[in-house]
């Protein structure tokens, strides 16, 4: 696999071998060294071989770093790592090598990344240069700027940290919709546009690739409500400092940052880049003793008072990196727990005491009935939106719960702590419980397991219960699951998770079309994995097209894209002819996109009997190939939650404007 074709470089003298060696995905979790070798075969413009001792190399947002210690649970829940450094590089850097574009290169790297999503433009065209001249550093040309976001933010959510490249204006709107997912689900995004030259800003200059209007500042207001911190690099004076600040703050904050870089900036040597970059020590946030020793007084005081207290499991346990001691509470007070939906890959499925989704009304099995009848319960990183929510029919009561955020413990209606790191409160918290299995043994009374689908007819038209009894006989820990907004949210949300399986999703902002550079991403991020994405038709219409930077990646994902004939989840919220999509031939579109390059199997299955050929062949003949198999289905099959939740959502939406 090769890159040096997209985008043109002097730089590109390497040797076949070379390149392949330097295409090769990393190993997730390997520390990475620069060798002599992949210096050399790098560029023959680096005449001094740098030296860099083994801890330079370990990368802040690694998997390794980021993976929850008990490897339970497949997705890295506990996010980017702050890991201090406990030796200084060597520095030797020739001046001429002494660049802004050679530094954010290896600060890249230094922090996990070794992939970047990117879209070329002339703004941008040489900092690619530079990004690609780093060996340790890919530079995957995506088909356009959403899916090249979409992908760093699948990256991102198993490396602990991703990074796009775009160019200014016309990449950096389009780049926006993903930035702003990669927002609300707290995901560290760098994304990079290349910018203006430095002689431009200031002057009345009217720029191609701008909406007409000599102002450079519109692509940076666009950027400041979706990510938590912007760095305009238009002089080489503070480049080194906002670039640095930049990076630091997205690992920090886990949110997504822009950096802008003028176009005539990234090659140019300076002495602020004269030295290789010092790793990030970046410093752990601590909670308030006196705080924390009183929220845990107070909240074993409420919960061991309890009769039958649950645990519940949130989506911030990721992003406060606390998922390890949300499974010490668990293992420490015996409570039944579960998980709300968009936590689901953040806890272990294979707990004794996991007892599934709270979702209200949609809940898994008895779950709901458990949670909703204890008298007390304790919400890790809970998320209460209208969908979580369920169109707001939780009953829940707010006496009842202890809601612990990353930083913050309310009890009941009050008292409320601030300044507790949640990890700190759960460890602390297990030491301080009464062992209580009250509510699992309650749940353990009533719980029927569930049923089977009905078996199929021979060559009965294929339904998507029967779909997905297939799917979950293909999770292991070698695989991760991928799920796009649509009927797939609730159809993925029933598949038990095995030990190590990953599982992601977008539920806060639930974008379609997502799941496709989500799957690029997540799946360039940890090879060693084969990803399942179950994707709807409609979704995928909307970023079909890399698919081809998957096959150009030598990808051997599974895509499930599930054919329905339209926008199903819509049509059971609120029906009109507005939901019906035209039919695509996908397996055509994507044999039209493999167009004879790369390994690509497409199959089309519409029974039972075909799907299982398919997944055999996918799993079996085809395994080290992107497997691509359509399945259609009846435009009114869809799970039973759907149609719940949806008729929920709908009340929820239509209800009328409060009188004044
Ligand atoms: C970018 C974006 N536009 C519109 C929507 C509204 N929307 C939510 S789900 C959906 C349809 C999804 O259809 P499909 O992928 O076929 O899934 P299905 O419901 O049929 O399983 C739409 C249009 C959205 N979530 N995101
Ligand atoms: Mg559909």
Not at 58 to 79: E, R, Y
Not at 413 to 440: E, H, V, W
Not at 452 to 470: I, M, S
Not at 541 to 570: H, P, W
């Amino acid at each position: 696999m090769r890159f040096g074709h997209l985008v043109t470089s002097s730089y590109n003298t390497t040797a076949d071998s070379e390149n392949d060696q330097h295409a090769k995905p990393a190993p997730c979790n390997a520390t990475h060294l620069l060798h002599y070798k992949s210096l050399t075969s790098l560029s023959p413009q680096i005449t001094t071989l740098i030296i860099i001792p083994t801890t330079m190399a370990t990368n802040i947002g690694s998997l390794d770093a980021s993976k929850a210690a008990n490897s339970d649970v497949g997705s890295p829940p506990n996010g980017t790592a702050s890991v201090v450094k406990n030796s200084v590089p060597s520095t030797a850097i020739t001046s001429s090598e002494a660049t802004l574009g050679r530094h954010l290169a290896r600060r890249l790297v230094q922090v996990g990344v070794s992939d970047v999503f990117a879209v070329p433009g002339d703004f941008n065209l040489t900092l690619l240069d530079h990004l690609i001249a780093e060996p340790q550093l890919k530079v995957i040309g995506c088909c356009n700027e959403l899916n090249a976001g979409y992908a760093a933010d699948g990256y991102a959510r198993c490396r602990g940290v991703g990074a796009c490249v775009v160019t200014f204006t016309v990449g950096g709107l389009s780049v926006i919709n993903a930035i702003a997912g990669a927002y609300s689900e707290n995901l560290p995004l760098i994304c990079i546009v290349g910018g203006p030259n430095t002689n431009d800003f200031g002057t009345n200059r009217i720029l191609h690739h701008t909406i007409g209007l000599p102002d450079f500042s519109q692509e940076l207001r666009c950027f400041q409500t979706v990510t938590c911190y912007q760095a305009v690099v238009n002089n080489l004076e503070d480049a080194h400092e906002m670039i640095d600040t930049a990076v630091s703050t997205a690992l920090k904050e886990s949110k997504p940052v822009y950096i802008s870089i003028s176009c005539n900036l990234p090659g140019i040597p300076h002495p602020t880049f004269s030295r290789e970059p010092v790793p990030f020590s970046l410093s752990p946030k601590l909670s308030n003793q006196m705080g924390l020793d009183a929220a845990v007084e107070a909240a074993a005081e409420f919960l061991n008072k309890a009769v039958k207290p649950v645990l519940v499991g949130g989506p911030k346990l990721r992003v406060a990196k606390a998922c390890e001691a949300f499974v010490e509470l668990a293992d420490a007070c015996g409570y039944a727990f579960s998980a709300m939906p968009s936590a689901k890959g953040l806890v272990p499925e294979t707990h004794p005491h996991f007892i599934g989704t709270f979702w209200g009304a949609v809940s898994t099995a008895f779950c709901a009935e458990i949670v909703e009848s204890a008298d007390a319960y304790l919400f890790a990183g809970p998320i209460f939106n209208d969908y979580s929510s369920v169109g707001y029919s939780l009953l829940l009561k707010k006496e009842k719960a202890v809601i612990v955020q990353p930083e913050r413990v309310v009890i009941g209606n009050g008292p409320a702590f601030g300044c507790i790191l949640m990890k700190d409160f759960l460890k602390a918290l297990a030491k301080r419980l009464k062992q209580n299995n009250t509510s699992y043994e309650n749940y353990y009374r009533i719980f029927v397991p569930d049923g089977q689908p009905v078996k199929a007819e021979p060559k009965e038209p294929l339904r998507v219960n029967v779909l997905f009894k297939h799917v979950q006989n293909l999770l292991s820990g070698e695989t991760a699951v991928i799920a796009e907004t649509g009927d797939s949210w609730f159809n993925c949300q029933k598949l038990k998770l095995p030990k190590g399986c990953g599982y992601e999703f977008q539920m806060q902002y639930g974008s379609i079309g997502w799941s496709v550079g989500a799957t690029l991403g997540y799946a360039q991020a940890v090879p060693q994995k084969r990803v399942i994405a179950c994707i709807g038709d409609g979704s995928f219409q909307v970023t079909a097209q890399d698919v081809s930077t998957m096959l150009r990646c030598e990808q051997k994902s599974i895509i499930f894209l599930i054919n329905n004939g339209g926008y199903t989840i819509e049509v059971e919220i609120h029906d009109g002819p507005y939901n019906v999509i035209k039919n695509w031939n996908y397996t055509g579109l994507v044999d039209a996109i493999h167009n004879g390059e790369g390994k690509c199997w497409t199959a089309k299955v519409t029974c039972e009997e075909e799907l299982i050929q398919a997944i055999g062949t996918a799993t079996g003949e085809k395994k080290d190939c992107l497997c691509f198999i359509e399945v259609i289905v009846h435009k009114d099959d869809t799970s039973k939650e759907l149609l719940e939740w949806g008729s929920r959502v709908c009340s929820a939406n239509s209800r009328p404007p409060n009188p004044q």
